[in-house]
């Protein structure tokens, strides 16, 4: 089972400024590769723990008495790591979004490229499927899903095709999806199209907002003073989220400020927006959309 090259590897590794006998967290553990960067950094004291929700990825566990994989969302992170005795981290890495793997497996129908099934369950034991929303949601909410995270304008047109679509026959399949959407399709821009029509479906079956929301809002808790967290977003809506994270400790709105001005905040920006080098998106066109921030919790 092939997973491929990390994103990014060496710049998020080097953004957790890994201490020897610290304690990590890996929230997106995937084919292991930041995981096994980290524990190359670590000394005979450290500790690294890893999330996956997926079963597939379970197969590239480590074989190392200072690691640990959690086959849970990371939205729980603070209650698997009190279940593991830990209360304090010195760094948390997450490379967010779909794994290459889950695209490149054709029956898990997370990439435009095969006909299959509508799933897009990163747990496969999730009730929640891109059947699902497809077929049982009622058209304003579909509207909303394609409009918030697919940020696609014609929204109430493809939700109204969908609709019309699906009382003739339920929509099983990435095929008569498309079949659907055809007209909304123009041979220039239908990749791009069809790609954000997947990813509003797909955040919705997997609540990417809520469950990134919920583990940063986590990580001012668990992280030590000086500790850092380093994450990797592949579209606008989580890298924002990221980014008003860090500037304020919160997704909307501007921190208070007290009598004097002055602003708490739980973290500090650490150096600018890191992107692939050119070089690295000619090796792996995945990595074209990944934007790396880094932070430190005051």
Known sequence: MEYHNPVLLRETVNGLAIKSDGVYVDVTFGGGGHS?????????????????????????????????????????????????????????????????????????????????????????????????????????????????????????????????GREEAPIKTSVRLKELLQSFLPRHKEHKILAQIYQAIRIEVNQEIEVLKEFLLQTQDLLTEGGRISLISYHSLEDRLVKRFIRGGMFEGEPEKDVYGNVSVPFKKVGGLIVPSAEEVKMNNRARSAKLRIAERI
């Open 36 to 164: 096994r960067e980290i524990l190359e950094r670590l000394g005979a004291d450290g500790k690294l723990f890893a999330f996956d929700q997926d079963a597939d990825a379970l197969i590239n566990t480590i074989q190392d008495e200072r690691f640990t994989l959690i086959h849970e969302n990371f939205r729980f992170i603070k209650r698997f790591l009190r279940f593991h005795g830990i209360k304090k981290v010195d760094g948390i890495l997450g490379d967010f979004g779909v794994s290459s793997h889950q695209f490149d497996v054709a029956e898990r129908g997370f990439s435009t490229r095969f006909e299959a099934d509508l799933d897009m369950r990163m747990n496969q034991h999730g009730e929640l499927s891109a059947y699902h929303v497809i077929n049982d949601y009622d058209e304003s909410d579909l509207r909303k899903v394609l409009l918030v995270y697919g940020e696609l304008r014609n929204a109430p047109k493809l939700a109204r095709a969908i609709v019309e």
